[in-house]
């Protein structure tokens, strides 16, 4: 079967499952939109400052707009977060203390953070640097929660609970909302004061609420991923608790400044839109998940999440089993691009990342996940983690172009 007939067949087959996206887009856009109309978002809230950032009134009404429409008690939305692993890491130097421990709860973290926490690096400043113990929660064989684990994993000196949403580069499936209801619940009747800490990246907009809505005390990730709506061109947030957002703004700012700093640099009405857009651009790249899904199940690939599968986030991972066949999908979606459709991916190092990357990404927003791109670590079993797509039909076009760049190994 060639490519555009088997992509044919995979748009008839998800027809059903794309109906239901687009319901959930709509609860979801209504849930922005009641945000917006109480907090009277107007033109005026477009207008920035500048120096400081002091008294920035669209800055300060799109916290509470964010707050609101993820189920939290207050948010720091900023473009001085550099990326969703610093807003994470300002959330954990913010809350953690020399002594605390942090356990993480769904496996190893995502590679960025091993540096933050002190599993590699050296003289960085990691939290291991400070005093801060780390403890992990291996997954089960079956690459679940270990459920049983955790009801007795919480000690005297767990400060902190790390929940990773996301698979990210590891083969596990990535958390529902009900199963972080399921961590927080848990925790929490062994230590109410345990912080429960979430990694929201690729998440946000994938279901009808929030970690935030179900318990999570905090949670931070990127405005270049799904709440970012595709034009957002930089930045992060940190949503929960006021007491521990704005603990979280005083690593990104200094004591005493906080959450009340930070010029916008003009960037509000992105901001704004870019959080109105969400629904949709999430709906978009769930859609072009389920196609990979199910296109590449179809041509004998091992696939996660499987094509039918509820989705949990924007990520969909594809085991391709050589390198080869890796750099040549990259260099497929590359291709089919709308920026730099010219280039050729090629392996190499990556800031915070411990192995070689193959990366194709030619997006309007350098980096954004949102956007559609592909990229995977040259390690076994040589994976290939797709994301986003601001339209499902431009995931479909490049589908087909990788479908035959991989045939032709």
Sequence with gaps: MNSPTLLKEAEQALSLIFSGIDTQVKKNLKRLLVAFRQHRVGAHHFSGVTGYGHSDLGREVLDRVFAQALGAEAAAVRVQFVSGT?????????????GDEMLAVAGAPYDTLEEVIGLRGH???SLAEFGIHYRQLDLTTTGEVDWQTLAHA???ETRLVLIQRSCGYSWRSSLAIADIEK??????????NT???VDNCYGEFIESCEPTSVGADLMAGSLIKNPGGTIVTAGGYVAGRADLVEMAACRLTAPGIGSSGGATFDQNRLLFQGLF????????????????????DQLGYPVNPLPMAPRRDVIQAVQLGSPDKLIAFCRAIQQ????GSYLDPVPAEMPGYESELVMAGGTFIDGSTSELSADGPLREPYTVFCQGGTHWTHVSIALEAAIDAIAAI
């Design 123 to 125: 003289q960085q400043g």
């Design 86 to 98: 610093h807003a994470i890491a300002c959330a954990l130097y913010g809350v953690l203390r020399p």
């Design 277 to 296: 857009l969400a629904p949709q651009m999430v709906g978009e790249a769930m859609k072009g998940n389920h196609l990979t899904a199910y296109v590449f």
């Design 195 to 197: 912080i429960c800490f």
């Design 154 to 156: 919480i000690k005297s």
């Design 183 to 192: 961590i927080v619940q848990i925790v929490k009747q062994q230590n109410p």
């Design 336 to 339: 089919q691009s709308p920026i």
